[in-house]
Structure formats: C-alpha cells, structure tokens
C-alpha cells in the first residue's frame, strides 16, 4: 500500500480544518496517525462497502439531491475499484477513512462531502471492521470443521487401536486411541457454537447509528442493514458504537479454540519422542535443525503452541483496552486490525494442524504393548474383587496396590497376575483368601477386554464410540452447512449491494 510521509501544506481535509486551523504535528503522524493507518488492508473493503450502503440509503431517503447522486456513486464505485495494494494512504491525513475521503473528493470535489452526511468516522470504519471480522469468523469455522472431520475419520480407523491412558502423565487404564482423540473433538464442537454465536454478534448492523444518539436524518436503519447483509441491527445507537465487550467474547473464543487444539499438539510432541514413541510425522511437517543431522523437529507444533500463548496475552490485552469510559476510541483503533488478524493467524495454525493430523503415523505395535505396562489394569482388578468378594473398595483397593508392589519388585508383567498372588495380597490386608474365578481375573487383566467394558455413554467401547462418531460428524456437518449458508448470503447480500450501486451510478 502506497504511503506518504509528507504532511500536507495546509488542513483541507477532516483530518485537520475547520475547527483546526494547523496541519497535524510531525509527532502525531508518526505514531498515531501511522497506526490508524496500519490496518487499511483490512479495512479498506469493509470501508468501501459501508460506503455504497450509506450513500444508497441516503438518496433512497431523499437527503442526497438526485443531481448529484449519479455522480457520487460513480465515483465511489471508481474508488472501490482500486486495488488495496494501490490505495494511496496517507498518514499525515490521520487514518484510513480520511485517506479515502481526500481521494474521493479529489475525484468529486465537493460532490464527496455528501457521504458524511449523518455518519461518524467511527460508524464507517466500525462497520468496516465488523465487515472484516465476520467473513473470518466464517474462514476459522469452515477449517476447523474440516480437521474436526479429519479427527473423526481417524477416531473411527483407530476404535480398536489399544493405548494407554493417561494422568499426570502416568499410565492410568487402557484405552483406544479412538477414543482418545474424540478428547479433542468434542471441545470442538463447542468451539464451533461459540464461533456461530459471534458470528451472529457481529453480523448485527451498526450503521446509521449517528453519532451517539441517532441522527435527526431520516436513516432507514433497517435497510441499511439489509444492504450490508446483516441479519440484526444492534439497537441502541450509542452501545452499537463501542460494544468493548464483543470482541473480548471472541478473543476469549480464539483462544478457547486455541488451548483446545494445543493440549492435543503438547501431547504428540511427546509421543514423538524416542521415549515415547508413540507416533510419527511425515518428513514435509518437520523442521531440520541445522547443526544436529539427527534431528526431526516437529516446529509446526510448537508454534502452535507459541500462538496460543501469544493469543493469551491479546486476550487480557483485548479487556485491557475497553476498560476505560464510554465513548473513548480505546476499545476499537488498537483492535481494528488485531482482531481480523487473529483470525487470519489461528485459521491459518488450525490448517496447519489438520495436515499434521493428516500427516501423523501411529506405533501401534508400541503403543499396544505399552497399554499393559505400569498396571493399568489396576482399577479394574479392585472392581472385580469389590463386586465378586463383595468387599468394599477401599480395601480392594489395599490389595491391589500390595500386588502392584509386588509385581514391581519381582519385575512380573501385570499380564501375568496369578490367584496364588490375588490371595497373597489378600491374606495380608484382611486375613483371607480369595476365591477370584481364572477366567474373570484373566479378562480384567486383558487391556482389550477392559475397552470392551466401557458401555456407558461416552465410555471407550466400539459400539459406544462409533455412536459419538456419528454424533459428531452429524454436528460438525450442520455447523458446516450453516457456514456456507451465512457465507451465501453474505455473498448474495453484496452482489445486491454492488448491481443497486451500479444502477444509480448509470441512472
């Protein structure tokens, strides 16, 4: 985007004038005025489009005379067409809007003065900002859905894929890595409601609000919201203006979405260990390091993670700005930008993840032979002696860790478990034997066998998981439909906008 540093010679646009008889300070260009003016790649769509709406509902009030109406849409249909890369903006006029009023008035001369007509500053890049921010809203929840259908295809391959569990990182119970992986998919659909709630936020239309309190100007509210291609209006003039809260709602949902897929991405830069060794990577997803040849980085999942912190701290950042008194422009021009492009930067992090989950490959051979060791199986041997001796499961609990014990000393794999050792322990805790059936002991020592008895809802069993696989397959595709059908209208909504803005442009 093309940039002049140079002030202007004297004040003749509304970034100075009028009021202020002195061009803007060399100090203020270079900060401020250079900031409000960072973001115009973003906001210049929007910005164009809250244009067009404004001017149609202002001749469509009859505020605008017809004389000059085909002019001015001709040349806001003109300034509209120039790239954004092109755009002359220019600090020394102090941001965006001002930058394009001076080319617009270039073109028209007084004719562009009409498009102030009954709107702030703030309505118009306001809207242009919310502009920004719903269209991402959609990019994020169509590649989230994606990789969340990713994770289920691989969920459903891997049902019977046996693992061990874990707290603490400690071997907890066996498990699928099914039913592991479905961990992170659920949180996913949530993420995908909050996205779609914010979505509906910030498809609310704040044009024609005025300044505080509305405008004395018969603005059709209503129609500019359909213009814009908004679903609501945000009601009350002064509130549609600021609304600090909304955009700390969807930072909070970023990064919600953000931790969610990072616990997943901590996890497997684990398992990618030598140590562990759960899993793999394809070569195209690492990093080489550059003075150790042995090295195989998993660099995209660290930056992952270094996001979701950096995600974190925009969060607190995001309350930090609108927490001060109403009607300041805190809560907006350090967000203009900052939002769309957190956006931008976590759909493009869940992108990267989904290929790495396209990408990853399971040990299963080691992780099948991990998901006996370190006992997981422990819990389930107490529960057979609570519910077959019918003694209560503290004490259960008592006997078994005195056969963990021992195993551990004796190096005796927990597959390997005897009676002669069940009553061993037993005799030591309450004095008796116990009369624990072959068969029972040997399948609640069985990791397969222990998956198979999770039937409760949510539990690791096949017939459980591939119900909460059709489930959230069903959910993911409804969000997903959803998406599309806001983006058609969104999309359908400007077309409208841009044939109207032609036709009175040729009137």
Avoid at 180 to 199: C, G, K, N, S, W
Avoid at 476 to 481: E, G, H, Q, R, V
Wanted: proline share 5%; charged share 20%.
């Amino acid at each position: 985007m093309s940039e002049t540093a140079t002030p202007s010679s004297s004040p003749e646009y509304f970034g100075q004038g009028g009021r202020l008889e002195a061009s803007a300070a060399e100090a203020l260009i270079a900060s401020a005025y250079r900031h409000d003016c960072a973001d115009a790649d973003i906001l210049l769509p929007g910005l164009h489009d809250a244009d067009l709406a404004h001017a149609i509902a202002l001749i469509e009030a009859g505020v605008i005379p017809s004389a000059v109406a085909k002019s001015l849409m001709r040349g806001l249909i003109e300034v509209g067409n120039i790239p954004t890369k092109d755009f002359p903006v220019r600090p020394e006029l102090g941001d965006v809007y001002n930058s394009k009023e001076a080319v617009l008035k270039a073109k028209l001369g007084d004719v562009a003065g009409w498009i102030h007509a009954g709107r702030a500053r703030r309505e118009a890049v306001n809207i242009a900002y919310l502009l920004a921010v719903r269209s991402r809203v959609l990019s994020l929840m169509d590649a989230h859905g994606s990789m969340a259908l990713a994770a289920l295809n691989t969920a459903e391959e891997n049902i019977h894929t046996l693992m061990p569990d874990f707290t603490y990182l400690q071997h907890a119970h066996p498990t699928s890595f099914g039913h592991y992986l479905l961990t992170f998919v659920y949180p996913i659909l949530r993420d995908m409601e909050r996205l779609q709630h914010a979505f509906g936020v910030f498809n609310a239309s704040v044009a024609g609000s005025g300044s505080v309190n509305g405008s004395r100007l018969p603005i059709d509210r209503a129609r500019l919201s359909e213009l814009l291609g908004c679903d609501s209006v945000a009601t009350h003039t002064r509130d549609a203006m600021w609304q600090p809260d909304i955009p700390i709602e969807l930072m909070a949902a970023i990064t919600a979405l953000l931790v969610n897929i990072d616990r997943l991405a901590e996890e497997l830069q684990i398992w990618f260990t030598a140590e562990f060794d759960f899993a793999g990577f394809s070569d195209d997803l690492a990093r080489a390091s550059i003075i150790m040849p042995q090295k195989k980085n998993p660099y995209g999942l660290a930056y992952i993670r270094g996001l979701t912190g950096s995600m974190l701290g925009k969060t607190a950042s995001f309350a930090a700005v609108g927490k001060t008194y109403s009607g300041n422009p805190d809560s907006r021009v350090f967000i203009y930008g900052e939002l769309p492009r957190a956006l931008d930067r976590t759909t493009e992090a869940v992108v990267l993840f989904h290929s790495m989950l396209r990408g990853l490959t399971l040990n299963k051979d080691v992780m099948d032979r991990r998901a006996s060791e370190g006992f997981p199986q422990a819990t389930d041997l107490a529960e057979l002696i609570m519910t077959h001796c019918k003694l209560d499961y503290r004490t259960a609990h008592q006997i078994v860790g005195k056969i963990v014990r021992s195993t551990l000393e004796k190096r005796i794999p927990s597959m390997h478990v005897t009676r002669e050792m069940v009553n061993e322990a037993a005799v030591q805790v309450t004095g008796t034997p116990l009369d624990l059936p072959a068969e029972q002991l040997a399948d609640a020592l069985d990791p397969m066998k222990i998956v198979q008895s999770r039937q409760g809802v949510g539990g690791a069993a096949p017939e459980r998981m591939a119900e909460m696989i059709v489930e959230c397959r069903n959910r993911i595709a409804a969000d997903l439909s959803w998406a599309g059908a806001a983006r058609a209208r969104l999309t359908k909504s400007r077309d409208a906008l841009l044939a109207h803005a032609a036709q009175l442009a040729s009137l």
